[in-house]
């Protein structure tokens, strides 16, 4: 199974956008703070599934400071450049949000941006610190395990790691399954792997059902060369 798998997933922006939506097709997704971006395959916190990135970390507008409107409104501006493709206007919004007002939403939509740009690193240092503020996002599991396949060098046991995180916090999303179980697969886990691809199929995943035909394929192989291994060692001894 090939990581590149992984890429399908990408997901989005936290906020407003519905959980299908993407910003590339290859990228994590955004949420809005009302915004960032996940990835499943990447997302993009377009709306973290649950909750958009405002009720994630943002007080009501009667108690807000003048700096955390401004951290707010500057996130709100990044995410409509970003939908625009202007990244690296983005980028810099996002960095001026966390600035004056240090988020989840925030640091997990400028980890879109610089996964986007293969900053790898730099995404995968917003979106632990993301994870520091919100342990309990979901979309900022997946979009790091998506940075770890994607950097070099590849780690998929940190990938599969915060995709089991995510799995654990999000049980219903076929997708987050689905990368899991290409991400076992990929490491040689195929009965898990198995499990997995069924779950998302049963999560309406339908491209699962293909894998889950490969996988049952290579562990009926693998069990009958692990049988007629066996045969050939009892044929040894008794010759």
């Given at each position: 199974?090939?990581?590149?798998?992984?890429?399908?997933?990408?997901?989005?922006?936290?906020?407003?956008?519905s959980r299908t939506y993407a910003i590339a097709h290859n990228a994590p997704?955004?949420?809005?703070?009302?915004?960032?971006?996940?990835?499943?395959?990447?997302?993009?916190?377009?709306?973290?599934?649950?909750?958009?990135?405002?009720?994630?970390?943002?007080?009501?507008?009667?108690?807000?400071?003048?700096?955390?409107?401004?951290?707010?409104?500057?996130?709100?501006?990044?995410?409509?450049?970003?939908?625009?493709?202007?990244?690296?206007?983005?980028?810099?919004?996002?960095?001026?949000?966390?600035?004056?007002?240090r988020t989840a939403s925030g640091l997990f939509n400028l980890g879109v941006?610089?996964?986007?740009?293969?900053?790898?690193?730099?995404?995968?240092?917003?979106?632990?610190?993301?994870?520091?503020?919100?342990?309990?996002?979901?979309?900022?599991?997946?979009?790091?395990?998506?940075?770890?396949?994607?950097?070099?060098?590849?780690?998929?046991?940190?990938?599969?790691?915060?995709?089991?995180?995510?799995?654990?916090?999000?049980?219903?999303?076929?997708?987050?399954?689905?990368?899991?179980?290409?991400?076992?697969?990929?490491?040689?886990?195929?009965?898990?792997?198995?499990?997995?691809?069924?779950?998302?199929?049963?999560?309406?995943?339908?491209?699962?059902?293909?894998?889950?035909?490969?996988?049952?394929?290579?562990?009926?192989?693998?069990?009958?060369?692990e049988a007629s291994k066996t045969q050939v060692a009892g044929d040894n001894?008794?010759?």
């Amino acid at each position: 199974m090939n990581f590149l798998m992984i890429r399908q997933s990408s997901r989005r922006i936290s906020q407003t956008f519905s959980r299908t939506y993407a910003i590339a097709h290859n990228a994590p997704w955004l949420t809005r703070p009302s915004v960032p971006f996940r990835i499943a395959q990447t997302r993009t916190l377009t709306a973290s599934r649950s909750r958009p990135a405002s009720s994630l970390d943002s007080p009501s507008l009667a108690t807000v400071d003048p700096a955390q409107a401004e951290a707010t409104s500057l996130l709100e501006t990044g995410t409509k450049l970003l939908e625009d493709g202007d990244i690296e206007g983005a980028l810099a919004k996002y960095q001026r949000s966390v600035q004056i007002h240090r988020t989840a939403s925030g640091l997990f939509n400028l980890g879109v941006t610089h996964y986007h740009l293969k900053q790898f690193d730099k995404a995968i240092e917003c979106w632990t610190n993301a994870i520091e503020l919100d342990p309990t996002s979901a979309d900022a599991h997946t979009n790091l395990a998506s940075a770890y396949i994607m950097s070099p060098p590849c780690r998929p046991q940190l990938a599969l790691q915060h995709l089991q995180i995510a799995a654990s916090l999000a049980p219903d999303d076929g997708e987050i399954a689905f990368n899991l179980a290409a991400v076992l697969e990929s490491c040689g886990q195929l009965d898990a792997a198995l499990v997995q691809y069924k779950r998302s199929l049963e999560r309406n995943i339908d491209r699962a059902e293909q894998n889950i035909r490969n996988v049952s394929a290579k562990i009926l192989g693998q069990r009958l060369r692990e049988a007629s291994k066996t045969q050939v060692a009892g044929d040894n001894e008794q010759k």
